[in-house]
């Protein structure tokens, strides 16, 4: 009688002993999984950081007539940004190795380019009305451009603006709830 006991106590610690080897190697992955997504984690908040520093703007510089004398890309941002791609939407071209043929007198020799915080850069020098652009850097973010078409100004130098029927008809209502 004392055999079975001893057999069934035996087999018993020898059960547990598989078991916890089993639970401990679960324990092992998931631990190592969970410091795996950890790190991803902590490397995606940083990206995002890093996006969201990233401000590019386009803007022009008028020559005193008033006309588009040029065009420049500027990063406004805390961080560098590089420029990955860059779509002449006018054409509907996509570059990704050298700048577009229209951006005349431009310092971009190759893409990608990276801009420094704070740094600007001559994109044309020579645009044309209707030329659109747009940037794409290499953490996603967009900036877009497009230069407007000559307007003149009426004799009494206000500019003539259409206004759609419904702003109209608010701005009536808005009128007759002031004057009652």
């Known amino acids: 009688m004392e055999s079975k006991a001893i057999s069934t106590?035996?087999?018993?610690?020898?059960?547990?002993?598989?078991?916890?080897?089993?639970?401990?190697?679960?324990m092992l992955y998931s631990l190592s999984e969970n410091s795996r997504y950890e790190e991803a984690a902590a490397e995606m908040r940083?990206?995002?950081y890093l996006r969201a520093q990233e401000k590019l703007e386009f803007y022009f510089v008028y020559h005193i007539t008033g006309i588009?004398?040029?065009?420049?890309?500027?990063?406004?941002?805390?961080?560098?940004?590089?420029?990955?791609?860059?779509?002449?939407?006018?054409?509907?071209?996509?570059?990704?190795?050298?700048?577009?043929?229209?951006?005349?007198?431009?310092?971009v020799t190759s893409i990608p380019f990276t801009l420094a915080?704070?740094?600007d850069i001559l994109i044309d020098d020579r645009p044309r009305p209707g030329e659109s652009y747009k940037v794409v850097t290499s953490r996603g973010n967009m900036a877009s451009i497009t230069v407007p078409w000559p307007f003149t100004l009426q004799r009494n130098y206000s500019l003539r603006i259409k206004v759609p029927v419904h702003a109209i008809c608010v701005m009536k209502e808005m009128g007759k709830n002031n004057n009652t």
């Not at 106590?9 to 679960?26: D, K, Q, Y």
């Open 9 to 26: 106590v035996v087999g018993t610690l020898f059960f547990l002993v598989i078991l916890t080897m089993f639970a401990s190697g679960v």
């Open 46 to 48: 940083q990206w995002d």
């Open 68 to 107: 588009i004398d040029e065009i420049r890309l500027a990063n406004r941002g805390g961080v560098p940004v590089t420029i990955t791609h860059v779509w002449d939407l006018s054409s509907n071209t996509l570059y990704t190795s050298s700048p577009p043929k229209g951006w005349n007198g431009t310092s």
């Open 117 to 119: 915080p704070g740094e």
